[in-house]
C-alpha cells in the first residue's frame, strides 16, 4: 500500500513546461516526447488526474509563479469556466464557478465555491486575499462539493497546496523590479533539521511605490502605493515508521492605498429625474449627475477621477494547522486542525466623487477553528473508502463594520455593526468500487448541520439634527440617532448531499464518468446597511443537483491530453446579492425560486515537438434564472463563452544556456456582473495578454522580462449599481500594461 504522508514529496510531477524541458532529453532518448502525469489529491488520496471522474484544473506553483500569478484572482485568466473578481480593492474576491457564486462583499458570509489552503477551508471573502507564494500545485474541482469537503458548496473549490518540506536540502530565491516602482522578493530554504525533522521557510515581500491612478481632488497621481509581506513555517517530524505530523504556521500583512478607487457615471438631471441618456439608453452619458450633482469630468479616462481621500487599507492575517496521519495497516488516520483569522481596517469611496455621498470605513474581525478527522482505506482491494467527521466554529465581528458618511447626499451619517457565530457539524462517506475490469462506481453521502447565531443592526447617527433620510421615510430627524433595523436571531439547518458515479475505462488512454451530484449552502443574514428590521430576515438555503458527463483522454502516443466535460444544474433556492432600482434600500440578501445552467468545457494540452508546450480552454455557460422577478435573465459574472491559452517555447543557446519564451492569454465574452441585468450591469468582451522572456544559466540561474496585459487592454473589473440610494452606478476598471525584470538563483 502507498502510505499517504501530507509532508513528505509524494512523486508528484509539476505539470510545467519547465519540469518538461528539463527531462526533454532523457523522455527523447527513451520513448520519445511525452505528457507527464499529473497526482492531484482531489479525492483525498493520491491519483492522476486523468484517472479521476470529476472536471479538474490544475496548476503547478512553477506555471504560477511563471505566469506571475501573486493573487487567488490571477487563477481565474487560466481555468475555464472560472471567475474571480475583487469587490472591494484588491482583497475581497468573490468565486464563482460555472456561474455559481455569491456577490456579497460582506465578510460575514461564506462564499459558494470552497477555497481551502493545505486543506484548511477559508471561510470568509476577507480570507481571500492572500499572497500566492512557494506553492506546488493548485486544484479547480468544478460542480457542487457534497461529500469530501470540509464546508458543503455549490459551486466547488479551490485547493491551494504548499510544498513540503523535506530532507533534502535545497533553496531559492527571486528579486525583481517593475512598473509603478515596485520591488520584490521572494525565497524559501528547506531541509532535514535532525533525522526525523524536516523544515521548510518561505518569505515574500513587495513594496510598491507608486500607482496608476491620478486622484485630481488630492493631489496625489500616484495612488496605489502599497507594501505586502507573507511568511509560512512548516515543520515535518517522522514521529515513527507508522506515523507523522506536518505543522504549518503562517502570517501576512498588506498596508498601504487600498485601491477602491471607482468612477461614478450618474444617471439624474439636477432635478432629480432621469437624465435623458439613462431613460434614452440604460447609460449615463452627457447632462447625467448624481444626486449630490456631480458629474465625473474625465468620464473616458479609467485611471483619473476626483476623489475625497485616498482609501487605506491595514489588514493582518495569521493561521496555522497541524496534519497528523497514522498508518492502521487497513487504512489511515488522518487529523487536520485548523486555526485562521484577519483583522481588515479599510476605506472606501464608494460614491466615486469629491463629495462625502458614500466614504465607508470598514473594521472586520474573522476567525475560524475547524477539526477534519477522517479514515481512509489502503488502494489493496476493489473496493476503498473514505469516511469521516468534520467541525468548525467561525466568529465574525464588525464593530463597526460599515461607517458610512453620506453628508452631501443625505446630510447624516450611518454605522452598521454585527456579531456573528457560525457552527458546523458534519460526517461524510466516500466510496469508489473496481465492480468490474473497465467500470468504477463512486458513491458518496454526507450529513451536515449548521447553526448561524447573528445580532446586528444598521443606526442613522443623524450628526446634525438633520438627517435628510430620515425625512425621507417620514421619521422625525429632531432627536438624533435612530436605529433603522436590528436582530438578535438564529437561522438553524441540516442537509444531506451526495453524489452517484460511474467512471468507464475502455482503454489505458481514455476515461469516460458520468455522475449525479448535489450540493448544498446554508442561509445566513445580511451584513449590510439596512433601513429595516424586515431586511435583517435571515436569507435560506440553497442547493443545487447536478448532471455532469465528461471525458479525459491521452492520444497521440501521449502528446496530446484532451478532456471535456458537458453539465447541468437544477438550482434551486439560489440566494441572490440584488440592488433595488428607486428603493432607498442599497443591497438585499434574497433567494430566488430556481434557475437553470447549462454548459461545456474543453481542456487541451499539446507537447508536439521537444520543448514546445501548447495548452488551451474553452468553456461555454447558457444561465437562465427562473425566478418570476428575474425570469429569463443571465446569471451574473458567468460569460457564454470565454477562452484561455498559453504557448511556452524553450531551447537550448549551448551547454550552460537556454532561453524560453511564453506567450499567455485570456477572453471573456460580454458578462453581466450584477443579477438585474440592467443596461449599465454589462461589460464589454474584453481579451488580455501576457508575455514572458527568460535565459536559465547551468539550471540555476533565471533571467526573466515580463509584461502582464501588453496590448494595454482598457476593461472593466467591477460594476456597481447605486441608483436606488445615489443617483449613480460605480465602475472599477483593471490593471493596465506592467512590466519588469526578475533574477532567480537557485541551490541545491
Not at 535532525?194 to 523544515?199: K, Y
Request: proline share 4%; hydrophobic share 35%; net charge negative.
Amino acid at each position: 500500500m502507498t502510505k499517504e504522508i501530507l509532508y513528505r514529496p509524494r512523486n508528484i510531477v509539476r505539470p510545467t513546461a519547465l519540469a518538461l524541458a528539463l527531462a526533454s532529453a532523457s523522455l527523447t532518448a527513451q520513448a520519445g516526447v511525452q505528457i507527464e502525469e499529473i497526482v492531484v489529491t482531489a479525492q483525498k488520496r493520491a491519483q492522476s488526474a486523468q484517472d479521476v471522474g470529476v472536471a479538474i484544473s490544475a496548476m503547478s506553483g512553477d506555471q504560477l509563479k511563471e505566469m506571475k500569478m501573486a493573487t487567488a484572482t490571477d487563477v481565474a485568466a487560466q481555468v475555464p469556466s472560472l471567475d474571480i473578481k475583487n469587490t472591494l480593492g484588491s482583497t475581497n474576491p468573490v468565486v464563482t464557478i460555472r456561474g455559481v457564486g455569491l456577490n456579497d462583499f460582506h465578510a460575514n458570509n461564506s462564499q459558494s465555491a470552497g477555497v481551502y489552503i493545505d486543506e484548511v477551508f477559508l471561510s470568509a471573502p476577507s480570507m481571500l486575499g492572500f499572497q500566492l507564494f512557494d506553492l506546488d500545485r493548485v486544484e479547480v474541482l468544478k460542480g457542487p462539493q457534497g461529500t469530501l469537503y470540509g464546508r458543503n458548496t455549490t459551486a466547488g473549490a479551490v485547493n491551494f497546496i504548499s510544498n513540503k518540506p523535506t530532507e533534502d536540502f535545497e533553496a531559492g530565491m527571486t528579486v525583481g523590479y517593475g512598473s509603478y516602482k515596485t520591488f520584490e522578493t521572494e525565497g524559501f530554504i528547506n531541509g532535514a533539521l535532525t533525522d526525523n525533522l524536516n523544515g521548510r521557510l518561505s518569505v515574500k515581500y513587495s513594496d510598491r511605490q507608486g500607482g496608476y491612478i491620478e486622484n485630481t481632488y488630492t493631489g496625489n497621481d500616484e495612488y496605489g502605493a502599497s507594501t505586502t509581506q507573507a511568511w509560512r513555517a512548516q515543520l515535518g517530524w517522522d514521529i515513527s515508521e507508522n506515523a507523522d505530523m506536518l505543522l504549518n504556521v503562517h502570517a501576512g500583512e498588506t498596508k498601504g492605498d487600498a485601491g477602491t478607487t471607482w468612477k461614478s457615471f450618474g444617471v439624474a438631471a439636477l432635478d432629480f429625474s432621469d437624465c435623458p441618456a439613462y431613460a434614452e439608453t440604460g447609460f449615463s452619458g452627457p447632462g447625467c449627475y448624481d444626486w449630490a450633482g456631480y458629474a465625473d469630468p474625465n468620464p473616458d479616462n479609467p485611471y483619473k477621477g476626483a476623489w475625497n481621500m485616498d482609501p487605506q487599507m491595514d489588514i493582518d492575517s495569521k493561521g496555522a494547522s497541524v496534519h497528523f496521519n497514522v498508518d492502521l495497516g487497513a487504512a489511515v488516520l488522518t487529523s487536520i486542525s485548523g486555526y485562521e483569522s484577519v483583522i481588515r481596517d479599510m476605506d472606501e469611496d464608494a460614491g466615486g466623487s469629491p463629495d462625502e455621498e458614500s466614504d465607508i470605513f470598514y473594521h472586520n474581525e474573522n476567525s475560524l477553528f475547524s477539526q477534519e478527522i477522517r479514515l481512509t482505506s489502503n488502494d489493496a482491494s476493489d473496493f476503498s473508502w473514505i469516511v469521516g467527521g468534520f467541525y468548525s466554529t467561525e466568529k465574525a465581528i464588525g464593530d463597526p463594520n460599515q461607517y458610512i458618511k453620506s453628508r452631501a447626499t443625505l446630510n447624516t451619517d450611518f454605522t452598521v455593526s454585527w456579531d456573528q457565530k457560525t457552527t458546523t457539524y458534519a460526517s461524510f462517506v466516500h466510496t469508489e468500487w473496481q465492480f468490474a475490469d473497465t467500470l468504477k462506481l463512486i458513491t458518496g453521502v454526507r450529513y451536515t448541520k449548521e447553526e448561524k447565531e447573528f445580532e446586528g443592526q444598521t443606526t442613522d447617527d443623524n450628526p446634525f439634527n438633520d438627517s435628510w433620510y430620515l425625512g425621507l421615510i417620514g421619521v422625525d430627524p429632531a432627536n438624533g440617532p435612530v436605529v433603522l433595523g436590528q436582530t438578535d436571531d438564529t437561522f438553524k439547518d441540516e442537509n444531506v448531499s451526495g453524489k452517484v458515479g460511474l467512471d468507464w475505462t475502455p482503454t489505458d488512454n481514455l476515461l469516460v464518468y458520468a455522475s449525479v451530484s448535489k450540493g448544498f449552502k446554508s442561509g445566513g443574514f445580511s451584513g449590510a446597511w439596512v433601513g429595516s428590521d424586515e431586511e435583517l430576515a435571515p436569507y435560506d438555503s440553497e442547493e443545487i443537483t447536478a448532471y455532469e458527463v465528461g471525458m479525459k483522454a491521452n492520444l497521440l502516443e501521449n502528446t496530446l491530453q484532451l478532456n471535456a466535460s458537458a453539465f447541468q444544474y437544477d438550482y434551486d433556492n439560489m440566494q441572490l446579492f440584488t440592488t433595488p432600482e428607486n428603493s432607498l434600500a442599497l443591497i438585499a440578501l434574497t433567494n430566488a425560486e430556481e434557475a437553470t445552467i447549462r454548459g461545456a468545457e474543453v481542456e487541451a494540452w499539446w507537447v508536439p515537438v521537444e520543448g514546445l508546450d501548447v495548452r488551451a480552454g474553452v468553456s461555454f455557460l447558457d444561465t437562465e434564472n427562473n425566478d418570476p422577478a428575474f425570469k429569463g435573465l443571465e446569471l451574473p459574472n458567468a460569460p457564454e463563452y470565454s477562452f484561455n491559452m498559453s504557448v511556452r517555447y524553450e531551447w537550448n543557446l549551448n551547454n550552460d544556456l537556454r532561453a524560453a519564451v511564453l506567450l499567455a492569454g485570456t477572453y471573456q465574452d460580454d458578462i453581466y456582473k450584477q443579477v438585474e441585468n440592467r443596461p449599465f450591469h454589462k461589460v464589454e468582451a474584453y481579451g488580455l495578454l501576457n508575455a514572458r522572456a527568460s535565459i536559465y544559466f547551468r539550471d540555476q540561474w533565471e533571467l526573466a522580462l515580463w509584461g502582464d496585459n501588453i496590448t494595454d487592454k482598457e476593461y472593466v473589473a467591477e460594476v456597481f449599481d447605486q441608483t436606488g440610494i445615489q443617483g449613480n452606478y460605480i465602475v472599477n476598471y483593471g490593471t493596465p500594461a506592467n512590466y519588469g525584470v526578475s533574477l532567480t538563483y537557485n541551490w541545491f
